[in-house]
């Protein structure tokens, strides 16, 4: 600051004053464009320790500037200069490309691994429902009717026939066909998003949600299970069901972690506490959407192309094994940062 009045009260030759730093907001200027074309990673050692350095240098430069009202021209080259510099060293990822691939190989894995007992709660209370429900409609067939909407069954109920049933999940075209999966897929989807976003009210609509879906599917599987059709509709779901109930799961694990975050807050406010873990299940419930996409694509080619049991079985059976390695693996540090 003192230099600064100093300055100020005597003027500043700018021919000098270019002489004499010229030579730094060049380089500061080639390391923050090769960063902004590359990476981070494209410096060396020696020149990220410097970078903070003439930024800090390029700043002074930049204030004398204007105390001394040196030209027009000089301020403004220092100014767009110092933001180029400011946001490389403080502000977020300047490239989308960037911030998409960081989030794919950085933050959605993190964000699982670091949600895995909520993300497993959420997937024992569907596998939970789903046997329930199995085991009640088995029990008492008329539970059926009490558990599953009629909109979602589409005629698939306890008076359909084995044969109808059976065209269910091994004809290949057919337009109520269609309709009835896309329905079981849109419900899902539904689930997904209210399981996360219902996670703010302590997530006990979340927890009745994964339950009530569980429910659902198990009382269908009942239905199929009772004419003879039990493995085969399980195939049918698990072609895409493995990466949609899995994406489901994800969901409610996002939703149970602000839920818990509200009513533990620790010594956060609630507030605060609902700020910092929304920003994991934030990053939890956008890899959950991509699932759900992935869900669909599965559902809409397999459900035409791909007929027999044990095909289907494998499928789901590689898609699931897909997916706990590629969020579960444990990662290296490199990389670690978000992306500069």
């Known amino acids: 600051m003192t230099a600064i009045v100093q300055a100020a009260a005597a003027p500043v030759n700018a021919t000098r004053f270019r002489a004499a730093h010229q030579a730094d907001w060049e380089r500061l200027e080639r390391l923050v464009t090769r960063v902004e074309k590359r990476s981070v990673r494209a410096l060396g050692d020696d020149d990220l320790l410097a970078l903070p350095q003439l ?32 946001f490389l060293l403080y502000g977020p990822p300047t490239s989308p490309a960037r911030a998409i691939g960081h989030f794919f190989r950085r933050g959605w894995p ?32 008329a539970w059926f009717y009490s558990i599953m909407p009629e909109s979602l069954a589409s005629g698939r109920d306890l008076a359909a026939s084995a044969e109808s049933l059976r065209e ?21 989807a539904q689930v997904a998003i209210f399981a996360f976003a219902l996670g703010f009210a302590f ?34 779901i698990a072609i895409h069901g493995t990466t949609e109930l899995f994406a489901i799961a994800l969901a409610g694990g996002a939703g149970f972690r ?10 956060l406010s609630r507030m605060d506490a609902a700020t ?7 990053a939890l419930m956008a890899g959950a959407v991509v699932m759900l996409g992935v869900a669909g694509l599965l559902e809409g080619i397999g459900r035409q192309t791909v007929l027999g049991d044990g095909p289907r079985y494998a499928i789901g059976g590689a898609m699931l094994t897909g997916w706990l390695v590629y969020l579960y693996l444990p990662r290296g540090t490199r990389d670690a940062a978000a992306p500069a």
Do not use: H
Request: hydrophobic letters at 55%; proline letters at 2%; aromatic letters at 12%.
């Open 55 to 86: 930024y800090r240098s390029a700043l002074s430069s930049l204030s004398l500037a204007r105390a001394t009202s040196l030209d027009r021209s000089l301020v403004a080259y220092l100014e767009q200069l110092c933001t180029r510099a400011y």
């Open 110 to 141: 993190e964000a699982a691994q670091a949600l895995w007992r909520e993300t497993l709660a959420a997937f024992v209370l569907l596998a939970v429902g789903i046997l329930a429900g199995y085991l009640i409609v088995r029990g008492d067939p």
């Open 168 to 188: 269910t999940i091994y004809t290949r075209k057919d337009e109520m066909l269609a309709a009835f999966a896309t329905a079981l897929f849109t419900n899902n």
């Open 203 to 236: 997530a006990v609509p979340t927890a009745l949600l994964l339950a009530y879906n569980g429910l659902m599917l198990g009382a269908l599987w009942a239905v199929f299970a009772a004419k003879g059709l039990g493995v085969g509709f399980m195939g049918w």
């Open 258 to 267: 602000i839920g818990t975050a509200i009513a533990f807050p620790g010594r």
């Open 276 to 282: 910092a873990a929304g920003r994991q299940a934030a």
